[in-house]
């Protein structure tokens, strides 16, 4: 099992300009997470599907972020606009309803400049 | 919704200490109670979780309790190694969905 896979691992972008994170969960899992991380602010969970369905939408903090889950096994959380306080590492992270935790990918790491 | 609180916010121990992070819980409904484990720059990881239905779970010189009518659980690391260096991370959640995690407590062990 190769784990909950993210790309890309590293993204600068300029301030305006669109951004599109992608996440494939591990095969099985039904819940997908999207966290954002920063010093400041720490883990904050934006959105989690179960079933691909958005279940829970309320820490995305603005309409400029949006997150789809088409299938099973793919998400992408989209930020357009994008704002130099969006830079942040992003993860996603998947689970199954029997619990167990999540299993994290290895994050995106964002800069806006 | 939940509150996860998370203390202390950095810890230092020498090598072969115990250490001892601490986190408290806001809603009683709360069951499931994971510690995640994250290194510099890398993903966080799962490292030892509870269930409310027990009071006590150890794995090797790991441990965690759960005294749900005070709610707060801690995390027990003996004989700490330079490699225990990391951020932890408790967490708070309803019936293993929504992950309300703590503010992190960074643990540098000194050799």
């Known amino acids: 099992d190769a784990g909950v896979i993210q790309s890309p691992r590293h993204e600068v972008t300029e301030m305006g300009q669109e951004v599109t994170l992608r996440c494939k969960p591990i095969?099985?899992?039904?819940?997908l997470f999207w966290y954002r991380q920063t010093m400041m602010r720490g883990l904050e969970l934006l959105i989690y599907?179960?079933?691909?369905?958005?279940?829970?939408d309320s820490g995305m903090p603005e309409d400029r972020f949006s997150a789809k889950m088409p299938n099973a096994s793919f998400s992408t959380l989209k930020i357009q606009p994008s704002e130099p306080r969006d830079s942040a590492v992003y993860f996603c992270?998947?689970?199954?309803?029997?619990?167990?935790?999540?299993?994290f990918g290895s994050g995106t790491r964002l800069t806006v400049v | 919704g939940e509150n996860v609180e998370q203390h202390p916010s950095t810890l230092s121990v020498q090598e072969g200490d115990s250490a001892v992070i601490k986190c408290t819980y806001s809603d009683s409904a709360s069951n499931y109670f994971p510690w995640y484990k994250q290194e510099l720059g890398k993903r966080p990881q799962l490292i030892i979780d509870?269930?409310?239905?027990?009071g006590e779970k150890k794995d090797q010189r790991i441990a965690v309790t759960l005294n749900k009518t005070a709610k707060h659980f801690s995390l027990h690391i003996t004989e700490t190694q330079p490699e225990d260096s990391a951020v932890y991370f408790c967490a708070a959640s309803i019936n293993f969905n929504k992950f309300y995690f703590g503010s992190g407590t960074k643990l540098n062990v000194k050799p």
């Open positions: 095969s099985g899992h039904d819940y």
């Open positions: 599907f179960n079933n691909n369905v958005p279940i829970d």
């Open positions: 509870i269930r409310s239905n027990v």
């Open positions: 992270a998947s689970g199954r309803n029997e619990g167990y935790g999540y299993t």
